[in-house]
């Protein structure tokens, strides 16, 4: 009897085991296909020259802020406007500043007084005493009260252009002839000392701040003559090498690579994207690879993208990444030229979806 209960207990067991699987394999195959529209890998291979991503920034250009904390009073200038050097920007105000200066100023006249009767006292001590009519330690006291009175005074004054200075960082100027780009202050605001209130810029002289890899930067010299084409005008621009940086040790293991652009009527902006070609012949066994920014997903620190896998289910490929080209991202490793990614769906992805591609 024990036998046949453990044979048949051990029967039922597979028999509760089959089902399940083959409930579950059921589900599996009736779940829906997510549709999915995919796209070819684009293997940048036209140019033979290294090309790289730049953006355009203003040759002179700054990011103002003030030294001292108070309310801004007013601001006197709006994005846009066009301002002259020592053009008053920005007022904080310094009602205290006034009060210590008044304080400053009635300092120097007791020490002017004081200084002007201790200079009296001292060259009447000093005709006494050559008159023989003082003695050498009368004069000695006055002339240390004469000294003392004087370096009164001058401390005073210094206190003085203290207080001017710091009336300089209550009123904000323009350190140069240019054009208001941004504001991040309002008249009420509270200005703290090292946040930026106001950017400006000199307009018409652009540089491009581009990114070289290691592998290609000892290619690049001082003074080179390259190509800059600015995407969103569709123009292309000459510039002109003007530094070259010898370390990546805050860069990313990329080098900063400075041009100067030549300049031009073309409606270029600080800020707009483009591409920087230089005469430097790329390697030959080397092909960039280039996916959208959209189609890239982000685990903390980790990228990837969704291909496509034989039995028609999404895959996660985790990817390694370089350069960016405006909307487009270089891939390092992890997907290969003619492979199929997806770069939208019409619901949420992981890994064992069953997708459709449209």
Not at 87 to 96: A, E, F, G, M, P
Request: with cysteine.
């Amino acid at each position: 009897m024990k036998k046949t209960y453990t044979i048949l207990t051990f029967s039922l067991a597979l028999l509760l085991a089959s089902c399940g699987s083959e409930d579950n394999k059921n589900v599996a195959d009736n779940s829906p296909a997510i549709p999915v529209k995919t796209s070819q890998v684009e293997a940048d291979t036209n140019s033979p020259f290294l090309a790289v991503s730049g953006k355009i920034q203003a040759v002179n250009s700054a990011d103002l802020s003030t030294r001292m904390m108070g309310y801004v009073n007013k601001v006197h200038v709006n994005v846009g406007d066009k301002v002259s050097k020592g053009q008053l920007l920005v007022s904080i105000n310094n009602t205290d500043l006034q009060a210590k200066r008044a304080q400053v100023n009635a300092g120097i006249a007791e020490a002017t007084a004081a200084f002007n009767n201790a200079q009296k006292d001292y060259n009447r001590f000093k005709n006494l005493f050559a008159e023989e009519s003082a003695t050498q330690k009368e004069l000695d006291d006055i002339i240390a009260n004469f000294n003392m009175a004087k370096a009164r005074l001058e401390s005073a004054k210094q206190m003085k252009n203290e207080i001017n200075a710091q009336f300089s960082y209550s009123n904000i100027t323009a350190p140069f002839s240019g054009i208001i780009t941004s504001k991040s202050i309002e008249a009420g605001n509270m200005a703290n000392p090292g946040v930026p209130l106001i950017s400006m810029e000199t307009p018409g002289h652009f540089e491009v701040m581009a990114m070289v890899p290691e592998s290609e930067i000892s290619g690049i010299k001082k003074g080179t003559t390259v190509d800059v084409l600015v995407k969103s005008i569709n123009q292309t621009i000459k510039g002109k090498v003007a530094e070259v940086s010898t370390s990546a040790k805050n860069t990313g293991g990329q080098y900063l690579v400075k041009i100067d652009l030549e300049t031009t009527e073309a409606n270029i902006l600080s800020g707009m994207f483009s591409t920087v070609q230089f005469p430097v012949e790329r390697k030959a066994e080397t092909s960039m690879v280039l996916i959208p920014t959209d189609a890239i997903i982000t685990n903390g620190q980790l990228s990837g993208v969704y291909t496509v896998s034989q039995s028609n289910t999404a895959m996660l490929r985790w990817l390694r990444l370089g350069r960016t080209f405006g909307d487009q991202v270089e891939v390092l490793s992890g997907l290969n030229a003619d492979e199929a990614y997806i770069v939208s769906a019409e619901g949420k992805l992981y890994n064992g979806t069953k997708i459709s591609i449209q």
